[in-house]
């Protein structure tokens, strides 16, 4: 069974930073992702990396702002949030998979395992 804990979230001022970490548990994951919720918006995906290859995909607006990374020796990944933006304000989930075949990152629908979420809030 696999088990996401997301931590690092909080308050911050625009402009400020904040590093949003996810520890997973369980068995290997060949691939954790981000995606973000406003109230009563879809969820948005944010950035996702890949374990086989190490490579990684972003939104557009994360593209730059937000790198993703992972420490495979603390099980853990890692997004780093510069520059940040009221709008970038939301629930913000950690999500993953343990499939070996093709995977739609930048679906939610695609994952099978899912963190309770963490609030980010950024203020002008």
């Known amino acids: 069974q696999v088990q996401l804990v997301e931590s690092g979230g909080g308050s911050v001022q625009a402009g400020g930073s904040l590093r949003l970490s996810c520890a997973a548990s369980?068995?290997?994951?060949?691939?954790v992702a981000w995606f973000r919720q406003t109230s009563g918006e879809e969820r948005e995906f944010v950035a996702a990396?890949?374990?086989?290859?190490?490579?990684?995909v972003y939104a557009g607006y994360a593209e730059g702002r937000f790198p993703i990374s992972r420490d495979d020796a603390r099980h853990t990944v890692y997004l780093q949030m510069n520059n940040l933006e009221p709008e970038d304000t939301a629930v913000y989930l950690c999500?993953?998979?343990?499939?070996?075949?093709?995977?739609?990152?930048?679906?939610?629908?695609?994952?099978?395992?899912w963190g309770q979420g963490i609030q980010v809030t950024v203020s002008s």
């Open positions: 999500v993953a998979d343990s499939t070996t075949g093709f995977l739609n990152p930048f679906s939610s629908r695609a994952y099978d395992y």
């Open positions: 369980g068995e290997p994951l060949s691939i």
């Open positions: 990396i890949r374990r086989n290859t190490d490579s990684a």
